[in-house]
């Protein structure tokens, strides 16, 4: 055992896992460790097999390894090499690289870890082969350790997916396999693999066999294990830790097998931070675990902190990129895979050089942090391999489950186009992409920057994808030429047509001048010459039937016009004036004309009667447009003192931003009056924004009362008559206000566990509580607290509560993972097992409850939300499904963990995601046959993922609050968010908020509760 006090100046290592030379610190194992020694020794393999968090990888490197380094294990004489790789994309290579590293390379036969892996490659044989002709002495005995090993069922879909024939996945394990069954060469194999791919295994030849005589599947720690895993390393240090910390953990772990290294790293942060208190003398408690967020959300502030520490928006781009290609969810697996990557590959996929990846790197496993492996100790080279240090990371950092969410969405889109475009390549054929689709492609790659390095980690050529693309690009130029040619060949033809008409009018006119010329020179023809009789008869008749033509022509033009007339009267008044003046010139025209020719006097005088009414018409409409453009130009001056307005709000903002608070307030100030003197909107985003900013500013101890830890996921209950407000808060703790101006609290009412779910009686007696085990009803006036033993409660224990009212009956409604119950609220009593109303089939986990304004329920599982209603048969009641939308049908993915909150109004249900995104879905489309033609509106409304929604009473305004720091107050327009909003700031993720009368209250990560006005002339008053 090692002696050393150890590798860094914190008894515990954090997320990643313990290694070899921690063995002094790993305590609580020692009988997991014997057992699979024995396991080991029995048939040379072992499997260790655990959920994710079980402490795999630790009890093979600092317990296994250490303990055959030792030399307990009898039967294997000699001393030990111990070789650990992971599979990745290259398993073989891998390996090799591996035992290249270890010395096992003789100078006589190979040198280079190329050589290794040519010889791996051969067969079954291979490993053995190696090691018979390393330089390794004879009576060496050699473990060879696959860490992480489920990454070989990855690698062989992307062989599939390759379509080359090659099994490497299959001949890998055919060479563990025949290595640890040989006895010739002393080589032993271990495993380590999540117990959610078990399944996998049995697509794989001798895979199953193998697993079934050697598996050890990881046993919970019992209370002596994990006193002893907590307080070991603690003593080792010379410190001491307190027994209500040591019950408080036990608390944290209940039905929590999976969260080892989310342990260790509370514990590693809950150790530096008393460390920086410098109080050697006190021991580690509860105040230092609380502090740093407990077991449950240390890891999501410790993540947040690192990122918002990088110095540069560019670098926080970089380290998105950096965690999307090290992680992968899947249908398969929720929780999310592991994908090491070299940093060559990464450099490669974010698109910039060598030193800002490490920059990024190097921030994420610095000591003290070590979220990201390799160790520090390490130096970063081109093909160094970078892991995140343990899949809890995946599942609680919030920021890294909505970039995982996305990344799954664009590869998942981007393969649907590589499918395309190899059909379209194909000798079948295919079709291209067309508009307004194709646009929406090329905005959509251009956005999200795909490019050839990101293209490679998805399969199929880039390039086939942007020749596809652009192919379709052409062939929506040459459509777009033909429906120009198309378009042409239209309005020639109109021309055309309006050309003959106007022809044959202008015809009209001429023939009318001419006609008594016309008559007379014919005449004279005919006297003067007998012999032309004929041919000018033929040409009088001619003439005749094209004036008899024209003079059709002419009545069918007038008959349009006297129509016309009455269309153009309700024309625009420019369009009449134009009218008119040419009217006014033709009767010029013919007046002059006419002469005593009464046929055109005759014509005139009509034009001159149509230009009359037409200047009545006039007449009217610009009376009416003087009218209308005063109006007009009254309220855009109006329009643009209010724009003046919001200007000048938002410099006030921004002074106010950079401390100049007194220039800054006087403007927001100048700003409301103004938007109040020119009648503009009552809640003006902008306005109310920097008021509420100036609020903050001038006023800030009203706003920051009542300073205290939260609970994890922290929640409150508002009761409107009695004007009191419950808070979860300091993990075991309730407290309740004594007053909302200023907002102070009562002493903490303690129940002895987390508490998750409140609710008020409605008449306000009761405050009921809901823990991991029990449920508590708080009789508030005289403290008394009564006790109800529930059974299955899940993980989260009861999440929600909610007063309400059956067959006239008071209850308080709670749900839990999988079901949902009522109990009755002056009967509490101390039975067990509270009926459960309604309960999920094992698969569906219930995210979300929620009662609406008109006591509908609705409910958010894994795949469905649905609405509840009651029926009541005799004595038993219970919850029947109603209707019901299909979730993935609904937002447009197949991920069940992207809908995380929700809210209900009398017409409206609201869903927040893990993105930041919003739906809204009308209460009456929704029907029982599911989503046929749903107007949802989607909002991207936050910036990282929604922790709770909520609407006011009137569901007229929606409160959303997030992990980016924000709650923003949204008004509500027929069935649609507003695009203004209001932020309320806060420097840490904001756990809650809802509407508490006049007021807003939020539940902030910094561990305080906050109060804000909702009303514009209150905030003013405040500041006056």
């Known amino acids: 055992m090692s002696t050393q006090t150890s590798r860094t100046a914190n008894p515990f290592p954090g997320l990643r896992p313990f290694q070899e030379d921690e063995d002094h610190l790993f305590f609580g194992r020692e009988k997991k460790v014997k057992e699979l020694l024995s396991k080991l020794q029995e048939g040379h393999f072992v499997a260790v097999m655990g959920a994710s968090g079980s402490g795999k990888s630790s009890l093979v490197k600092s317990g296994l390894v250490s303990a055959l380094q030792s030399g307990v294990m009898d039967s294997a004489s000699g001393s030990w090499k111990v070789v650990t790789s992971t599979p990745g994309e290259h398993p073989m290579k891998n390996l090799a690289e591996a035992m290249h590293k270890l010395g096992m390379a003789s100078e006589a036969d190979f040198m280079w870890a190329d050589d290794i892996e040519n010889t791996l490659r051969q067969g079954p044989n291979g490993l053995v082969d190696v090691v018979a002709k390393s330089s390794l002495p004879s009576n060496t005995q050699l473990l060879v350790v696959v860490d992480q090993f489920e990454e070989i069922f990855r690698f062989a879909e992307i062989e599939k997916a390759r379509n080359s024939g090659q099994r490497e996945s299959q001949d890998f394990i055919d060479m563990l396999m025949h290595a640890s069954q040989q006895r010739t060469v002393p080589i032993y194999v271990c495993l380590t693999m999540r117990s959610d791919f078990l399944e996998e295994c049995t697509t794989f030849d001798g895979l199953p066999e193998a697993i079934n005589a050697g598996q050890y599947l990881i046993p919970r720690m019992n209370t002596e294990e994990l006193n002893a895993a907590i307080t070991g390393p603690i003593n080792a240090f010379g410190a001491e830790v307190s027994p209500y910390l040591l019950d408080l953990i036990h608390n944290d772990l209940v039905e929590q097998s999976d969260q080892l290294p989310l342990l260790q790293h509370a514990l590693m942060r809950t150790w530096d931070y008393w460390k920086s208190l410098d109080q050697p003398n006190t021991p580690l408690g509860l105040e230092h675990y609380q502090h740093v967020g407990t077991l449950h959300l240390a890891l999501s502030y410790h993540a947040d902190e690192i990122y918002d520490s990088l110095p540069s928006d560019q670098s926080r781009k970089v380290c998105e990129l950096v965690f999307k290609a090290l992680t992968e969810k899947n249908a398969e697996h929720k929780e999310g895979v592991r994908r090491p ?128 693309l652009q192919a379709s690009k052409e062939g929506e130029k040459t459509q777009k030429v033909m429906v120009r040619r198309g378009k042409r060949v239209r309005v020639t033809a109109v021309i055309l047509a309006l050309a003959l008409i106007s022809a044959a009018v202008l015809a009209w006119n001429a023939l009318q001048g001419r006609s008594e010329a016309e008559e007379a020179y014919t005449q004279a023809a005919a006297e003067r010459d007998e012999a032309e009789a004929g041919r000018q008869q033929a040409m009088a008749e001619t003439e005749e039937v094209r004036r008899q033509m024209a003079l059709a022509a002419a009545q069918g033009f007038e008959a349009q016009g006297n129509q016309a007339a009455v269309e153009l009267a309700t024309m625009r008044a420019d369009s009449l004036g134009e009218l008119i003046a040419l009217l006014q010139e033709q009767i010029e025209l013919e007046t002059q004309r006419a002469d005593d020719n009464a046929e055109l006097a005759a014509s005139a005088q009509a034009r001159v009667a149509v230009l009359d009414s037409l200047t009545q018409v006039y007449g009217v409409q610009l009376a009416e447009s003087a009218e209308q453009r005063a109006v007009a130009l009254a309220e855009a001056r109006r329009l643009k003192a209010v724009t003046d307005a919001e200007i000048l709000a938002n410099q006030g903002y921004q002074l106010l931003r950079r401390n100049q608070v007194q220039r800054g307030k006087d403007l927001v100030l100048a700003a409301y009056d103004t938007n109040r003197v020119h009648d503009g909107p009552e809640f003006n985003a902008a306005i109310f924004q920097a008021l509420t900013e100036a609020y903050v500013s001038t006023s800030r101890p009203s706003t920051y009362e009542a300073k205290f830890y939260l609970t994890e996921w922290p929640s409150a209950s508002f009761h409107e008559s009695s004007q009191k407000l419950a808070v979860s808060a300091s993990y075991d703790q309730v407290r309740v206000s004594t007053s909302l101006d200023p907002l102070t609290f009562s002493d903490p009412i303690s129940l002895g566990e987390p508490v998750i779910g409140l609710a008020w009686s409605k008449d306000g007696k009761y405050l009921f509580a809901g823990g991991r085990k029990y449920l508590y009803r708080i009789e508030v006036a005289i403290g008394e607290v009564r006790t109800l033993r529930l059974r299955g409660m899940g993980r989260r224990g009861v999440f929600y509560m909610q007063p309400v009212e059956v067959e006239g009956t008071e209850y308080v409604m709670y749900a839990t993972d999988y079901n949902v119950g009522i109990v009755p609220m002056v009967e509490f009593g101390n039975e067990e097992d509270a009926a459960v109303v309604f309960t999920t089939p094992d698969f569906e986990y219930i995210r979300q409850l929620q009662l609406g304004p008109e006591g509908d329920i609705w409910l958010i599982t894994d795949f469905t939300m649905m609405e509840l209603s009651w029926n009541t048969r005799g004595s038993e009641t219970n919850l029947r499904k109603g209707k019901q939308v299909v979730l993935r049908d609904l937002i447009g993915t ?131």
């Open 341 to 468: 990557t070299k940093m060559s590959d990464l450099v490669e996929i974010s698109m910039v050089d060598f030193d800002q990846v490490a920059e990024v790197v190097e921030a994420f496993r610095a000591p003290g942090r070590n979220l990201l492996m390799p160790a520090v100790s390490e130096p970063l080279a081109p093909e160094t391999v970078i892991d995140i240090s343990h899949e809890s990371l995946m599942r609680i950092w919030q920021k890294l489950v909505r970039w995982s969410l996305e990344e799954r969405e664009v590869a998942h889109r981007y393969g649907n186009l590589v499918t395309r475009a190899q059909m379209w390549q194909s000798p079948v054929g295919g079709s291209l992409v067309s508009n307004p689709e194709l646009k929406d492609t090329l905005y959509w790659m251009k956005d999200q920057q795909l490019h050839k390095g990101w293209a490679a980690r998805y399969g199929g050529d880039f390039q086939q994808v942007i020749d596809y």
């Open 894 to 1024: 197949n991920e069940e963990m992207f809908l995380e909150a929700l809210a209900v109004s009398s017409t409206e249900v609201a869903l927040g995601t893990t993105s930041g995104d919003v739906f809204l879905i009308p209460k009456d489309e929704i029907t029982l046959r599911g989503n046929e033609r749903l107007s949802i509106y989607r909002h991207s409304l936050h910036r990282d993922g929604i922790t709770h929604l909520e609407f006011d009473k009137a569901g007229t305004r929606l409160l959303s609050s997030s992990f980016d720091h924000t709650s923003k107050l949204v008004l509500m327009e027929e069935g649609k968010i507003r695009l203004q909003e209001v932020n309320l700031d806060h420097k840490k993720s904001v756990w809650w908020g809802g509407f508490c009368n006049d007021y807003i209250v939020t539940l902030n990560g910094e561990e305080s509760v906050r109060r804000w006005l909702t009303k514009p002339e209150e905030l003013v008053a405040s500041m006056k």
